[in-house]
């Protein structure tokens, strides 16, 4: 139905920038929004920011300022670029598609691992 193409993670330093990709594909009528979400070890999944299709957006508090996301709902596209990497951030990123106007469906990406450490 919906196939994921998440890229980008990986190790980085603290103070360092990553910029995670996501490309969405599959029987897709209308977009409502595309986001990021990332879960830590032993934590609960949290919202990183999300993208809605009028090009509003909403991030967690803890990244405000450091992390910004951006895509082509048209062309079923996210990134999330994030700058200023602390050890905190570490955790499995993973991509958010919410399809549908009325009825809105949630689908996720496999996930891709961010670690900032030195």
């Known amino acids: 139905q919906v196939q994921f193409v998440e890229s980008g993670g990986g190790l980085v330093q603290p103070g360092g920038s990553l910029r995670l990709s996501c490309a969405v594909s599959g029987t897709i009528f209308s977009i409502n929004n595309m986001g990021w979400y990332r879960q830590a070890p032993g934590k609960q999944r949290e919202l990183v920011a999300v993208l809605f299709s009028g090009g509003n957006t909403n991030y967690a508090d803890s990244v405000k300022g450091r992390f910004t996301i951006s895509g082509d709902h048209a062309k079923h596209t996210v990134y999330l670029q994030m700058n200023s990497l602390k050890p905190e951030d570490t955790a499995v990123y993973y991509c958010?598609?919410?399809?549908?106007?009325?009825?809105?469906?949630?689908?996720w990406g496999q996930g891709t691992q961010v670690t900032v450490s030195s």
């Open positions: 958010q598609v919410g399809i549908g106007s009325i009825t809105v469906r949630y689908y």
